[in-house]
């Protein structure tokens, strides 16, 4: 297993443990978090901002958000994680059948995630916004 694949399968396994604290210990200072969209959640946060912002949304969850890791494709210091997640948001069920989330590693560390999502998803259990499809 490449360097980048076993940093990023532990960082995975903390991050999934729930134990965020960890998980973003390990990354590097100025680690960046993207969520694609236009979604309330969507955007870029550095680090400080995924503790003020992505970890209270998560504690938010009725029923925690559970994510598998299907796959993880690493090359270099780039790594694309193929996932799935389950979890009851504060609004409503959130299921995202599919997820990918792309890393850069640096120095032995997560430097960047873009998370690529169902952001309907998104909308309906966290967000609380009923969408209907056109």
Known sequence: MSETKTIVRRFFDTLCSGDFAAAFAGMTDDATWSVIGTTAVSGTLDKAGMLSKQVPMLASFKEPPVVGVDEIIADGNRAVVLAHCSGVGP????E??????????????VAEVVEYLDTVAVETAICGNKVVAA
Request: no cysteine.
């Open 96 to 109: 995202q059948k599919r997820y990918a989330f792309v890393l850069r590693i640096r120095d032995g560390l």
């Open 91 to 94: 609004t409503g069920p959130y």
